[in-house]
């Protein structure tokens, strides 16, 4: 079945520091999305993406499609401390029936003390 | 209402007892996800409803695990015969249609003692 590869699986980050996550698959997604989930809460959509290629942001937040279908980044810019938290990539496939979704196992965002 | 709402937020049962945990999707959203996530995971997939019907049940773990759909709203999922590997965070997430991306209520905390 499909698989995303999740990386890195956790990090500290600095105040005012960018940060990079990425996932990979060996299958085509139609759709990648990028979730948050803070302690106790379910997990929040931050951006969506629709077209192999496209990049797309939301505030401090930039996201891609890869160009094969296979792959999605994120990127933070001038990280703040509220960004902790945990950082799921999923990928959507449309089948004939519905809908398929599949999630990485999550980035795990900390605070360096 | 203007989310995806859970119940109960918590749940501690015996074990072998039956639960039941139910998902009010976003008004007019067709499509239905279950998953569970045990702690410090990622998602797990469980079952996917578009409508009243349900496509895709393959992650449901074992037969004690089932769900419903009424009226293509209310979902309800039972796990009869508790057992404490079963304690996890269940979320629900639902999507206006089967291509369009998905919300995720707050979860129910399902702990078997």
């Known amino acids: 079945g499909q698989q995303l590869n999740q990386s890195p699986q956790s990090m500290f980050i600095q105040e005012g520091e960018d940060v990079s996550m990425n996932c990979t698959s060996s299958?085509?997604?139609?759709?990648w999305l990028w979730y948050k989930q803070d302690p106790g809460e379910g997990p929040v959509l931050l951006i969506a993406l629709y077209k192999a290629g496209e990049l797309t942001s939301n505030g401090r937040l930039t996201a891609q499609f890869g160009i094969t279908r296979k792959d999605s980044f994120l990127n933070i810019s001038a990280s703040i401390p509220s960004d902790v938290g945990i950082y799921f990539c999923a990928g959507q496939l449309y089948l004939e029936y519905g809908n398929k979704l599949v999630f990485g196992a999550g980035t795990i965002l900390r605070v360096k003390s | 209402g203007a989310g995806v709402s859970q119940s109960p937020s918590n749940k501690v049962t015996e074990k072998g007892k039956d639960v039941e945990l139910r998902c009010d999707p976003i008004s007019g959203h067709t499509a239905l996800y279950w998953y569970r996530q045990s702690l410090g995971q990622g998602l797990e997939f469980l079952i996917y409803f578009q409508g009243n019907s349900a496509p895709d049940k393959s992650g449901l773990p074992s037969d004690r695990f089932s769900a419903e759909r009424t009226g293509g709203s209310v979902s309800t999922l039972t796990i009869q015969r508790t057992q404490q590997e079963d304690s996890a965070v269940y979320l629900c997430?639902?999507?206006?249609?089967?291509?369009?991306?998905?919300?995720f209520g707050q979860g129910t905390r399902l702990t078997v003692v």
């Open positions: 997430a639902s999507s206006l249609n089967k291509n369009t991306e998905a919300f």
């Open positions: 299958s085509i997604f139609n759709t």
